[in-house]
T-cell receptor, first 112, second 115 residues
Framework: DAKTTQPPSMDCAEGRAANLPCNHSTISGNEYVYWYRQIHSQGPQYIIHGLKNNETNEMASLIITEDRKSSTLILPHATLRDTAVYYCIVRVGDTGRRALTFGSGTRLQVQP | DTGVSQDPRHKITKRGQNVTFRCDPISEHNRLYWYRQTLGQGPEFLTYFQNEAQLEKSRLLSDRFSAERPKGSFSTLEIQRTEQGDSAMYLC?????????????FGQGTRLTVV
């Protein structure tokens, strides 16, 4: 799986959009970008994933650059409950075996 | 609740003792994963089952660790002769294979402290 690079920490004001970047310059054509988050003392939670088109769901939006070498997770209106560690993971969609490879993630602190 | 369930949530054991953790995945999920997470780090993959077959094991899974999923439903992770370095959060996840939507659902984890 391609390696990802994320900033170790970010702050965001409550009610504002949180934009979390991820670099994956070695991504292959069949690799998806997945985002998970982990709130303190809980298991990771799936947020969203995409291949090359931008994606949106009830939790977030995922913007993938045209060359697919980077992406941004957008939480449109961050709340205090969005304070968590956010993991960007790149992997082949379904090889039938491959587990997720987590890095250190970005610790997002939403400030009141 | 139909999420992934792990038991116990917390376990304190003395060095050298054996411990066993249980994971109940989401009922229709055929894939089950075990991960280990130490403080300040992301989860690290340990092992993976598809139905009852253990298809992949990480190099992190020493011979003191064994995992089973006897009927393709719940799974157990046993650690024999625990060491202080085994202290960590042990996470279980499950997923259902269907084209690219293989997002994994995680349990709350079992926090192991070896004293």
């Amino acid at each position: 799986d391609a390696k990802t690079t994320q900033p170790p920490s970010m702050d965001c004001a409550e009610g504002r959009a949180a934009n979390l970047p991820c670099n994956h310059s070695t991504i292959s054509g069949n690799e998806y970008v997945y985002w998970y988050r982990q709130i303190h003392s809980q298991g990771p939670q799936y947020i969203i994933h995409g291949l090359k088109n931008n994606e949106t769901n009830e939790m977030a939006s995922l913007i993938i650059t045209e060359d697919r070498k980077s992406s941004t997770l957008i939480l449109p209106h961050a709340t205090l409950r969005d304070t968590a560690v956010y993991y960007c993971i790149v992997r082949v969609g379904d090889t039938g075996r491959r587990a997720l490879t987590f890095g250190s993630g970005t610790r997002l602190q939403v400030q009141p | 609740d139909t999420g992934v369930s792990q038991d116990p949530r917390h376990k304190i054991t003395k060095r050298g003792q054996n411990v066993t953790f249980r994971c109940d995945p989401i009922s229709e999920h055929n894939r089950l994963y075990w991960y280990r997470q130490t403080l300040g780090q992301g989860p690290e993959f340990l092992t993976y089952f598809q139905n009852e077959a253990q298809l992949e094991k990480s190099r992190l899974l020493s011979d003191r660790f064994s995992a089973e999923r006897p009927k393709g439903s719940f799974s157990t992770l046993e650690i024999q002769r625990t060491e202080q370095g085994d202290s960590a959060m042990y996470l279980c996840a499950s997923s259902l294979a269907r084209d690219s939507r293989t997002e994994a659902f995680f349990g709350q984890g079992t926090r192991l402290t070896v004293v």
